[in-house]
């Protein structure tokens, strides 16, 4: 955090920052007050040893680096922002302590285990899809979190998510999720996307009146009739049912 009376250096550079970090090497003791934000998106950023030092970091992009190893990012507790996906990140244990966290992309990486994130209770932002998570447990304290992100997952099991009451953006296309229960509580859900799944049953979210998007598309759902009082809802239907009955 910069001191109100903290002068900026005056050869203070945050192209030349970038530059360095690309070459593995740390900026200067005096800029790393000043260096917030980087992104590296598409650059060949193998290295982070060199971030390691950024305590004044809010937000970093690396998506689609070959990067793995995150262990440098463990001591940036000013981190809110961390954009990791596509990258070749399996380990998220590093992150455990940047409980400032409130976005997080993983979306495209081997990350299986969820556990490391059970703490990072300012999550508002999630993005899992198309990782090797199966088991959502770890997140059932993350009560902040409004934007979850499970598409092409092998989620199968919501219950955890069940005291997720913040919740109002759910992705869980082309998942095995069939039981829609744990989300009966889930009243703040404005959209919800079921998209490829085995979902037949809706009713666990004739409650769910904030809804105002459902994505019914390559689903079992042939019966809207517990949703038909949900004022404003937009549906996507599936082929099984019949176009009386489609919105």
Not at 64 to 78: C, N, Y
Not at 126 to 132: A, G, H, I, S
Not at 157 to 186: E, I, K, M, N, R
Not at 206 to 222: H, Q
Request: charged content about 20%.
């Amino acid at each position: 955090m910069k001191l109100s009376s903290a002068t900026e250096p005056p050869d203070f550079d945050i192209l030349a920052a970038n530059a360095m970090i690309l070459h593995g090497l740390s900026p200067p003791p005096s800029w790393k007050p000043w260096i917030e934000e980087l992104r590296f998106y598409g650059h060949n950023l193998n290295d982070l040893a060199p971030l390691a030092g950024l305590t004044a970091l809010k937000r970093l992009d690396i998506s689609g680096s070959p990067v793995s190893d995150v262990s440098p990012l463990a001591g940036l507790i000013a981190l809110e922002n961390l954009y990791l996906d596509r990258t070749k990140v399996g380990d998220v244990s590093p992150l455990a302590g940047l409980i400032a966290l409130q976005h997080l992309r993983l979306d495209g990486t081997q990350v299986s285990d969820l556990s490391p994130l059970a703490g990072l209770t300012a999550l508002q932002r999630l993005d899992l899809d198309r990782t090797q998570v199966s088991d959502l447990s770890p997140l059932a304290g993350l009560t902040a979190l409004q934007h979850l992100r499970l598409e092409d997952t092998q989620v199968s099991d919501l219950s955890p998510l069940a005291g997720l009451t913040a919740l109002q953006y759910l992705a869980l296309d082309d998942t095995p999720v069939s039981d829609l229960s744990p989300l009966a509580g889930l009243t703040a859900m404005e959209i919800l996307n079921l998209s490829g799944t085995p979902v037949s049953d809706l009713s666990p979210l004739a409650g769910l009146t904030a809804l105002e998007r459902l994505n019914l598309d390559r689903t079992r759902v042939s019966e809207l009739s517990p949703l038909i009082h949900i004022r404003g809802l937009t549906i996507i239907a599936c082929e099984n049912l019949s176009p009386r009955l489609r919105r």
